[in-house]
C-alpha cells in the first residue's frame, strides 16, 4: 500500500523548535516533490514548502521564510521540515505530500494524514 506518514507533531512553547519527518511507504521519494502543507482550524491549507529534484527546495508565505527548512535523507528516504523559532500562528496540523516527476506546482499524488504541531503562547 502507497501512503505518506508524517511524525514529529508536539506541543510546545512560543521560541521552540520541531521537526517533522515524512515517511513514504510503499514508494520511494526518488524523483519525487515532496511538499509540506498546513492547515490550521477554520482557516484554508496553506502550502509551507517543497523540496523537489530539479528545482530544490521553495518556500511559501513571508511568515516562514527563514525560520523553516526543509530537506531530505535520501539515504533514508526521507523529508525533513525543521521548524524554528515557532509562534502560536504556526499552531495546525502539518501534511506532507509526494508530487510524481518533481514539479512542485503539479497535483500531488499522496497525501499522509498529517501531524499536529501546537505552540502555546
Known amino acids: 500500500e502507497v501512503q505518506l506518514v508524517e511524525s514529529g507533531g508536539a506541543l510546545v512553547q512560543t521560541g521552540g523548535s520541531l521537526r517533522l519527518s515524512c515517511a513514504p511507504s510503499?514508494?520511494?521519494?526518488?524523483?519525487?516533490?515532496v511538499g509540506w502543507f498546513r492547515q490550521a482550524p477554520g482557516k484554508e491549507r496553506e502550502d509551507v514548502a517543497c523540496?523537489?529534484?530539479?528545482?530544490?527546495?521553495?518556500y511559501y508565505g513571508d511568515s516562514m521564510k527563514g525560520r523553516f527548512t526543509i530537506s531530505t535523507d535520501n539515504a533514508e528516504n526521507m523529508v525533513y521540515l525543521q521548524m524554528n523559532s515557532l509562534k502560536p500562528e504556526d499552531t495546525a496540523t502539518y501534511y506532507c505530500?509526494?508530487?510524481?516527476?518533481?514539479?512542485?506546482?503539479?497535483?500531488?499524488?499522496?497525501w499522509g494524514q498529517g501531524t499536529q504541531v501546537t505552540v502555546s503562547p
Open positions: 510503499g514508494f520511494t521519494f526518488e524523483h519525487y516533490g
Open positions: 523540496i523537489s529534484p530539479i528545482h530544490g527546495p521553495t
Open positions: 505530500a509526494a508530487v510524481r516527476g518533481g514539479d512542485c506546482d503539479e497535483e500531488y499524488d499522496y
